[in-house]
Nanobody
Framework: VQLVESGGGLVEPGGSLRLSCAYS????????IAWFRQAPGKEREGVSC???????YYADSVKGRFTISRDAAKNTVYLQMDRMKPEDTAVYYC???????????????????WGQGIQVTVSS
């Protein structure tokens, strides 16, 4: 199993970025693929998740600004980030969970595999 993030970088407040997470080693036998982020000195937090049936979930802090989607033909999950704020600055990770059980999607400890992370900086 491998997940590779791309698309990070520097953007001004109010701007947009689209992150991509290309995954391999599995196709449909997963529960969810999520984006997490971790800012310096803070805990890793769940940003958004998409299930194998394309149900979507968002943290309150990004709801209405970020959109998660999946291209099954390309084995890629996207995170479209609009109206970005300086507090969105963090390293962003994608991760996959195969069996979530009774936990919620934003529990980082439930995820089985992680990408290497990619820096996103929102600054003028």
């Amino acid at each position: 199993v491998q997940l590779v993030e791309s698309g990070g970088g520097l953007v001004e407040p109010g701007g947009s970025l689209r992150l991509s997470c290309a995954y391999s080693g599995f196709v449909l036998d997963f529960h969810g693929i999520a984006w997490f982020r971790q800012a310096p000195g803070k805990e890793r937090e769940g940003v958004s998740c998409i299930s194998s049936i394309d149900a979507t979930y968002y943290a309150d802090s990004v709801k209405g600004r970020f959109t998660i989607s999946r291209d099954a033909a390309k084995n890629t999950v996207y995170l479209q980030m609009d109206r970005m704020k300086p507090e969105d600055t963090a390293v962003y990770y994608c991760a996959v969970v195969f069996v979530l059980g009774g936990s919620t999607w934003y529990e980082a400890g439930e995820y089985d595999y992680w990408g290497q992370g990619i820096q996103v900086t929102v600054s003028s």
